[in-house]
T-cell receptor, first 111, second 113 residues
Framework: QKEVEQDPGPLSVPEGAIVSLNCTYS??????FMWYRQYSRKGPELLMY????GNKEDGRFTAQVDKSSKYISLFIRDSQPSDSATYLC???????????FGKGTLLTVNP | EPEVTQTPSHQVTQMGQEVILRCVPI?????FYWYRQILGQKVEFLVS????????KSEIFDDQFSVERPDGSNFTLKIRSTKLEDSAMYFC???????????FGAGTRLSVL
């Protein structure tokens, strides 16, 4: 079983839709959970960072972590064409905090 | 806003040649990382560096790879004898002490011919 699984999509939605992106993981030692956004041929850009189960909201973005189910989600409300990108989930344990990434979900928001 | 900068943005090299990829981490950060992303695949951890030494490395980071912090600002990744399969985007990241958040550079695209 892969450490982090993420549906690669692609996912295509109309402008204004609510988007739900998900990852599952197998390593119960993961403590820190992140969502990065990556535009084509660019570096990952941090969107959300959480370390506990529950929800964290930042503007149109909500990150959700369920450690008991080993499942994390990112919700995007009122999606915009500028949200079109690849969304990467990433996780780390303690110590040196190396990140383990999902494969990324390619999202297109159509005007 | 402080950022991680990487040079060059694109490096083309012949198989068997040595390449050095350069990174300037965010100035007060103490943890440094290299990751790579082969086209169409996930971002993979290569190596982490703290307190002037490697703290962890992946199976990918074999004897052909080395990292160095030659001065107070640069962090480099050297590939001694490049192979075709080294073609990828290489990302540098850095992290401060207070938060477990890694900030990534824009990457260097390495093309090995």
């Amino acid at each position: 079983q892969k450490e982090v699984e993420q549906d690669p999509g692609p996912l295509s939605v109309p402008e204004g839709a609510i988007v739900s992106l998900n990852c599952t993981y197998s390593n119960s030692a993961f403590q820190y959970f992140m969502w990065y956004r990556q535009y084509s041929r660019k570096g990952p850009e941090l969107l959300m960072y959480t370390y506990s189960s529950g929800n964290k909201e930042d503007g149109r973005f909500t990150a959700q972590v369920d450690k008991s189910s080993k499942y994390i989600s990112l919700f995007i409300r009122d999606s915009q064409p500028s949200d079109s990108a690849t969304y990467l989930c990433a996780m780390s344990e303690g110590s040196n905090y190396k990140l383990t990434f999902g494969k990324g979900t390619l999202l297109t928001v159509n005007p | 806003e402080p950022e991680v900068t990487q040079t060059p943005s694109h490096q083309v090299t012949q198989m068997g040649q040595e390449v050095i990829l350069r990174c300037v981490p965010i100035s007060n950060h103490l943890y440094f990382y290299w990751y790579r992303q082969i086209l169409g695949q996930k971002v993979e951890f290569l190596v982490s560096f703290y307190n002037n030494e490697i703290s962890e490395k992946s199976e990918i980071f074999d004897d052909q790879f080395s990292v160095e912090r030659p001065d107070g600002s640069n962090f480099t990744l050297k590939i001694r004898s490049t192979k075709l399969e080294d073609s990828a985007m290489y990302f540098c990241a850095s992290k401060g002490i207070a938060k477990n958040i890694q900030y990534f550079g824009a990457g260097t695209r390495l093309s090995v011919l």
